[in-house]
């Protein structure tokens, strides 16, 4: 598989990958023309998922902990990771630093300040923002104003926006060291023209050259199937008979809400509903919109825009949690574009 950046550069700019997960960021950054020195990931799958598809990257299976970052400085421009949200069990007392200690934020500031990187970028779910009533933020961007970076301001993306037919939203979070901060120029990616829907995917055209392969996939028990059969594409469970609802619903029948993801099928002229970890959840169905089964894994792939030659390992369920948790990759290689042009406006330093 050919690993050229669709970009060229004067200057190759060396990456760390933390919480690597099944590469959708790292695709997206490596075909904006970053080039990955060391990436990290847990889940053994996930790790054979990246080993299997970039065999010569420097994939490290273990736990984040037992990493030392300080073989990595002077070496490497840029430091990114996705490191799930935890509380922290200090917040508020004003230790910065030592009060993110036995989370994974804390692992991805030990790396920063181990390996010092010109600029890092953290992403993570919109959720961050308002977690503890904004606190959790506070806490990290003092953290990691401490370690000498300025931060620009976080910013939601949408992946919509950037040729990316799903309704997914990301929060990304970039800093810069703060000696470059007087030369460091940065804007998050404009957003693009035109929005894509689930048919720009799963079909030939723009994105795609061929329609989306056949693969495997999960199932629906027969009365569940049974009763999907009855909505009609963009529907979902207000679409049912009412005595059908109130069978499948249960008690989320008489609780406020929309629950608009409940025995939903998508429509090919929509973008996808956010993908889940798993595709065939009550609360969460994403039903293909004209066969009465869930995504299979190379429609999941797609709609996260992964290229059909990526490959996941491990059983079915883990190559959906995979998928699900990936960044999309056309998000994440508008990401690296504007990371590039960061990068390249810190080589005007005298």
Partial sequence: MSKAPLFSHVKTYQSIELFAGAGGLALGLEKAGIEHLF???INKYAAATLLKNRPSWNVSNCDIKDVDFAVYRGKVDLLTGGFPCQAFSYAGKKRGFEDTRGTLFFEFARALKECEPKVFLAENVRGLLSHDSGNTVKTMLKVLDELGYHVF?????????YKVPQKRERLFIVGVRKEYKKIARFTYP?????????????????????????SPGQKYPQRKKDILDLVPPGGYWRDLPVDIQKE????????GGGKTGIARRI???EPCLTLTCSPAQKQTERCHPEETRPFEIREYARIQTFPDEWEFEG?????????GNAVPVNLAFAMGKSLISLLESLENVS
């Fill in 190 to 214: 404009e957003p693009f023209e035109k929005i894509y829907m689930l048919k720009d995917v799963l079909k030939k055209g723009e994105l795609y050259k061929t329609d989306v392969p056949k």
């Fill in 39 to 41: 990436l990290n990931e």
């Fill in 315 to 323: 059983s079915l369920s883990e190559q959906y949690k995979q998928i």
């Fill in 267 to 269: 429509s090919w002229d």
């Fill in 248 to 255: 499948y619903m249960q008690k989320s029948y008489y609780l």
């Fill in 153 to 161: 301001e976080p910013q939601i993306l949408k992946a919509i926006y």
